[in-house]
């Protein structure tokens, strides 16, 4: 085998070329003029002058667009997943897990996880939520990974058949929980945990009306079934981040499908519910 010779530099030839072309592109950003002759220089400052109109529309596009496709990915806080929008990957698992901490105000007992930004923003609302006197916010469920959803998905189907399963349990990658950013909550002393009458108690109220300057929507409100796939759920808080959240509360919106202009999604596609794998 040929031995390789260790790649030794002339200085020369490293330093030199970056510092000429920095030299010529400063020269360049100062004086334009010394480069290009004038008559290009002309037909620049016209064609700059006939797309003064356009760029505003074109950047407006160009992020409705990137948010779109951000919201197919997993890692973004604008994420929409839903029956008809598995995760992308399908296997997410978000990097920035970590526990969400127990305080006077918030009851971790569990040790459950969320992605960093959605457990600071949660800590935050149970403090304003104690301070209100809305009561000391529970954590029932919060990170589950694809692994624990496709088990309990099949013990699920075990138990009441693909139909059964299919009306009790998210599949794997389909569920919000598997984005790090939802939580289930409850209030023990006002009772109703993880039940519909949750959403008539002090803590029930105090969320609808406020989670929204934490960043958290309540993503399952009443009557929305046909959209969302999932029935009434006041407990379950999903976390877009302040400027989303404050714009869809603001707004009046009561599905981040119907905010994103997306189909509804009552039912899987018919591949992903036939399918007895995830
Ligand atoms: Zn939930």
């Given at each position: 085998m040929p031995q390789s010779r260790p790649l030794v530099r002339n200085p020369l030839?490293?330093?030199?070329?970056p510092i000429v072309l920095l030299g010529l592109g400063l020269a360049f950003v100062l004086q334009p003029g010394a480069f290009a002759p004038s008559h290009e220089l002309v037909e620049q400052a016209i064609s700059e002058r006939q797309m003064a109109a356009v760029p505003k529309t074109q950047l407006a596009m160009a992020s409705y667009h990137q948010?779109?496709?951000?919201?197919?990915?997993?890692?973004?806080?604008?994420?929409?997943?839903?029956?008809?929008?598995?995760?992308?990957p399908l296997e997410?698992?978000?990097?920035?897990?970590?526990?969400?901490?127990?305080?006077?105000?918030?009851?971790?007992?569990?040790?459950?996880?969320?992605?960093?930004?959605?457990?600071?923003?949660?800590?935050?609302?149970?403090?304003?939520?104690?301070?209100?006197?809305?009561?000391?916010?529970?954590?029932n469920?919060?990170?589950?990974?694809?692994?624990?959803?496709?088990?309990?998905?099949?013990?699920?189907?075990?138990?009441?058949?693909?139909?059964?399963?299919?009306?009790?349990?998210?599949?794997?990658?389909?569920?919000?929980?598997?984005?790090?950013?939802?939580?289930?909550?409850?209030?023990?002393?006002?009772?109703?945990?993880?039940?519909?009458?949750?959403g008539d108690t002090d803590g029930g109220k105090w969320l609808a009306a406020n989670a929204w300057k934490y960043g958290f929507i309540i993503r399952y409100e009443k009557d929305t079934t046909s959209i969302t796939g999932y029935t009434y759920e006041p407990w379950h808080l999903r976390y877009v981040g302040v400027q989303l959240a404050s714009t869809y509360s603001k707004t009046g919106?009561?599905?981040?499908?119907?905010?994103?202009?997306?189909?509804?999604?009552?039912?899987?596609?018919?591949?992903?519910?036939?399918s007895t794998s995830n």
């Open positions: 030839f490293v330093f030199v070329p948010t779109r496709l951000a919201t197919k990915f997993g890692g973004s806080d604008l994420v929409v997943v839903n029956k008809q929008r598995p995760l992308q997410y698992q978000p990097l920035n897990l970590r526990d969400i901490e127990s305080s006077k105000n918030l009851d971790n007992s569990r040790g459950l996880q969320l992605a960093d930004q959605a457990a600071t923003a949660l800590e935050d609302l149970a403090k304003a939520m104690r301070a209100e006197g809305a009561g000391k916010l529970f954590v469920s919060a990170f589950r990974s694809y692994k624990y959803q496709a088990e309990l998905f099949n013990s699920k189907a075990s138990q009441y058949g693909l139909e059964g399963a299919l009306a009790r349990a998210a599949k794997a990658g389909h569920s919000e929980h598997q984005t790090g950013l939802a939580a289930d909550v409850s209030v023990p002393e006002q009772g109703c945990a993880i039940m519909q009458c949750f919106m009561k599905t981040l499908e119907d905010f994103w202009g997306f189909a509804p999604a009552e039912f899987y596609l018919e591949e992903t519910a036939s």
